[in-house]
């Protein structure tokens, strides 16, 4: 079985799909039997990914969210007579494989329209219904997404296999002179609160800045806002301005991942306090570095962080306030969810995600 891999994303954009397929890319070939392997880059690919030589990339001309996507991708992998070919960022090409597999990491643009760009909004709603009907399986990356699938999509629940990501493995409790070390390049010292994601409307930074100001001096620990600029995020900055935070907030952006270990590391708590998660990796991730996480109680983030985290109503600036003001007074409960994030992130890793996956290949191959 000769199995494509659409990895073509990961040469416009590193976030969390992105780094998905690359995941996958690199971890398929260890569970593999007889099948082959075909990753399909962009063109514009600098940093290729580290494959052994049983694996072929090719490199391909049509980029990701084009408006013709589905067919000029599907014209370019015609020769490779591929089996399965899966899309990990929703849609596949109309042609071009035997059998198409499809990951749907969340359905935002259907439940709040309103927090995408018009461009964005357009696209997705243009193309999910027919990709969806397109696909010969549905990989979704948690079972609110599934639950999602069903009741906008009406996608009856046979189709759809949910397979949880996980987080890389050098996310790890670190010793602490060598997360001082990274930090001081960044001028921080550890205690700070955390936030890791795209400035983006869904990730809800206003009901964050909110909590925040809530909080007396007394109280307030220097809240860090790390990952890029998204679409829609330019009143974050007047939030802070307007609400006085400028002394207590600081955005990096476009942090390696080598460095946002040792940033989660230096933290005291991460907090995703989303309206919307397809999965949520960042607080999968601080779990795994013995991070407490506060999260919202939206979506997928309950399932990723079970009992280890602490869980708020996104709309609720309030709430947020005095769950992240309790976490940062109380060591003893630092230390619980310390112990009980690190037993919760060990029930996910890259082995299981790709084994599962290969076994929706080969289904869907067969059938």
């Known amino acids: 079985m000769l199995i494509g891999l659409d990895v073509r994303l990961h040469a416009y954009a590193q976030g969390g799909i992105s780094r998905y397929a690359r995941r996958l890319a690199m971890e398929l070939p260890r569970q593999m039997a007889d099948e082959r392997l075909l990753v399909i880059a962009h063109r514009r690919e600098t940093e290729p990914l580290p494959l052994p030589d049983t694996v072929r990339t090719i490199r391909a001309w049509t980029p990701p969210h084009h408006r013709l996507e589905r067919w000029a991708l599907g014209c370019e992998l015609l020769p490779w007579r591929l089996d399965v070919l899966h899309s990990c960022d929703f849609i596949p090409p109309a042609w071009g494989a035997r059998r198409f597999v499809i990951t749907v990491h969340d359905l935002t643009f259907l439940h709040y329209p309103q927090y995408l760009t018009a461009e964005a909004r357009s696209y997705y709603n243009d193309h999910i219904a027919w990709a969806v009907g397109h696909a010969d399986a549905i990989i979704a990356d948690s079972y609110a997404t599934q639950n999602d699938l069903e009741t906008l999509l009406h996608v009856p629940r046979q189709r759809i296999t949910v397979i949880h990501l996980a987080a890389d493995e050098r996310f790890r409790p670190l010793p602490a002179a060598q997360t001082r070390e990274v930090l001081a390049r960044y001028k921080l010292t550890p205690g700070y609160l955390l936030f890791v994601g795209t400035w983006e409307p869904r990730k809800n930074l206003p009901g964050l800045l909110s909590a925040l100001a809530r909080l007396s001096d007394e109280e307030r620990r220097p809240l860090v806002i790390a990952g890029r600029p998204g679409w829609l995020y330019d009143d974050i900055f007047a939030q802070v301005q307007s609400l006085k935070l400028t002394p207590w907030v600081r955005f990096i952006e476009r942090v390696p991942e080598s460095d946002l270990v040792a940033l ?31 999260v919202s109680d939206r979506a997928s ?67």
């Open 264 to 294: 989660i590391n230096g933290a005291l708590l991460l907090t995703m306090p989303s309206f919307y998660e397809g999965f949520g990796l960042p607080a999968l991730e601080a779990m795994q570095c013995g991070i407490p996480v506060v």
């Open 301 to 367: 983030l309950p399932e990723v962080v079970g009992e280890a985290g602490i869980c708020v109503p996104p709309d609720d600036p309030q709430a947020l306030a005095d769950a992240l003001r309790r976490v940062a007074d109380d060591a003893a409960l630092r230390a619980r969810m310390k112990a009980a994030g690190l037993r919760q992130a060990r029930k996910f890793t890259w082995a299981a995600t790709a084994r599962r996956t290969l076994e929706v290949y080969r289904a869907v191959s067969a059938s």
